[in-house]
């Protein structure tokens, strides 16, 4: 028997297994469709961590042994952890992960018009591939600050009938130039 055949876990698991699998998918795609930004994946990482007997932790506040505490870093990171119950000195764990979203962020004077258009100059982040981006619906997820100072939470793209974004990219035929481009360049 020399040769390696490929299993499938998700095959080969147990019903009870399966449908464990399946609540926890479902549960992670609700996740990610109420996280899409930074902001919201530190908000339902909240009702999380509440739903699990955690509490806000104000920096230099009392931590009792045992308790479960986390701390909203301006609504863009979120730490959370449960003191030990026994003495530090007998060591520490540490799990760390990090939020990331990528994205394309508007420019600080983002819009102009031009031929009855509505441009955004925009930067994109996070590792994705530019041309990942090109003629797929896209939805807007953000936070303006008003003059006042006051901030309001903007989605648009999400329901029915909310305007749809997209980058634009040229029909093959009419691209011959484009294509010859590097990818960074194109």
């Known amino acids: ?9 998700y095959e080969n698991q147990t019903k009870k ?10 549960g992670y795609m609700k996740f990610l469709d109420n996280a899409k930004t930074e902001r919201e994946a530190v908000r339902e990482g909240i009702k999380m961590l509440e739903a699990n007997g955690f509490v806000p932790y104000t920096l230099g506040g009392e ?4 308790g479960k505490y986390y701390y909203n870093n301006r ?8 003191a030990g119950t026994e003495d530090i000195e007998k060591g520490i764990r540490i799990c760390a992960a990090h939020i990331d979203s990528p994205r394309l962020d508007l420019k600080q004077h983002p819009l ?10 925009t930067h994109y982040y996070g590792g994705i591939r530019k041309y990942q981006w090109v003629t797929i619906p896209l939805a807007l997820h953000g936070v303006v600050t008003t003059m006042d100072g006051k901030n309001v939470e903007i989605v648009i793209g999400e329901d029915e009938g909310d305007p749809i974004f997209c980058i634009t990219d040229l029909l093959p035929h009419l691209a011959q130039e484009q294509s010859q481009k590097t990818l960074a360049n194109a």
């Open 75 to 82: 609504d863009k990171s979120l730490f959370a952890f449960v």
């Open 1 to 9: 028997k020399l040769f390696y055949k490929k299993e499938n876990v």
């Open 17 to 26: 297994d399966a449908k464990a699998t399946e609540k926890y998918a479902k």
């Open 63 to 66: 931590i009792v042994k045992g």
């Open 112 to 121: 102009f018009e031009n031929d009855g258009f509505a441009y955004l100059k």
